[in-house]
């Protein structure tokens, strides 16, 4: 039994750092490339793994050397896959390039990732039935996701879906309400409600919205400010850790699998939401994706230091 499954994507990440953004026709030479484990999914189970919860991903893979890499790299991990590999279709990759204050810019391959069918998760429902939470996002085909979240709630799990890549035009209310919390940030709410929050209370305001729209519970994610939450009719506010970010790629991924970790070793909603806060933030303290994402002991370190 997984206390956490991820039904998501794994990618392979070639991430430049530079020093400027090129202009048009322009070439700019990198300070570093590295080539790392990515995909929201793959760093979900990653994050929720290293905060000490029994992980497992169910994903697909090329037939190639880098679905090799990454089918190790989760293992190194910890992390249980249970992979398909597809014959027809390259591993997803993310072409990430980085600037000096840590923002990214990210082009998205979804290669095998695309093939997640919603046959391959019948397949494995007797894993997704198993867990007590299921992590979602939006890099395989909806539908997969949404038959990911039937299993998994028709069993008593909780499931968290982060909307993103934001989907455009937005899920229906229909949709939404396959979710038990959705994790937006700012500009995916915007897409949902109207309006784009800009501060941590107008974030409680739109995940209270979120609930007309279809959402059963809400976390507004705001980057360096914080979150905001409105879960089974508990809310709050948690303002994020200062701290020197130099790369912000998974910090999300780091915040959702975190949160779900937490959640299935027992912990409380707000507790939970602090813990994912300040491991998002030590996530952008170091470069990479699944690379940057803090061990427990580590993320009690930084808290109560």
Not at 5 to 29: C, F, H, K, M
Not at 34 to 44: E, R, S, V, Y
Not at 271 to 282: E, P, S
Request: with cysteine; proline share 3%; glycine share 8%.
């Amino acid at each position: 039994m997984s206390a956490v499954t991820v039904v998501g994507s794994i990618n392979i990440d070639l991430t430049s750092y530079l020093e400027r953004w090129p202009q048009v026709g322009e070439t700019v030479a990198t300070l570093h490339t590295q080539i790392t484990l990515g995909g929201k999914g793959a760093n979900q189970a990653v994050a929720a793994c290293r905060m000490g919860s029994q992980t497992t991903i169910i994903g697909a893979i090329g037939a190639d050397a880098f679905g090799a890499d990454a089918e190790a790299r989760l293992k190194s991990y910890g992390v249980n896959s249970v992979l398909s590999t597809q014959t027809d279709r390259a591993t997803g990759m993310a072409f990430i390039d980085v600037d000096l204050h840590g923002g990214n810019i990210i082009r998205l391959s979804a290669g095998a990732n695309a093939s997640l069918s919603v046959a391959a998760i019948d397949e494995h429902a007797d894993e997704i039935a198993k867990s007590k939470i299921l992590l979602l996002q939006n890099e395989i085909p909806f539908e997969a996701s949404r038959r990911a979240a039937e299993i998994a709630r028709a069993a008593g799990a909780m499931v968290v879906m982060d909307p993103a890549p934001a989907p455009i035009p937005f899920w229906t209310s229909e949709a939404l309400e396959a979710f038990d919390v959705l994790t937006p940030n700012a500009h995916e709410a915007k897409l949902i409600t109207g309006y784009e929050p800009r501060n941590l209370s107008e974030a409680l305001e739109a995940a209270r919205k979120l609930e007309e729209f279809g959402a059963r519970g809400a976390i507004v994610t705001m980057g360096e400010m914080g979150v905001a939450w409105f879960i089974n009719g508990q809310s709050g506010q948690q303002v994020a850790p200062k701290v020197d970010a130099i790369d912000t790629v998974a910090a999300g991924d780091c915040f959702n699998g975190t949160f779900a970790a937490a959640l299935a070793t027992g912990q409380s909603i707000e507790r939970a939401v602090d813990m994912a806060v300040h491991a998002a933030a030590l996530a952008t303290t170091r470069k990479g994706a699944a690379d940057s994402i803090p061990t427990l002991e580590e993320l009690k370190s930084a808290i109560f230091s």
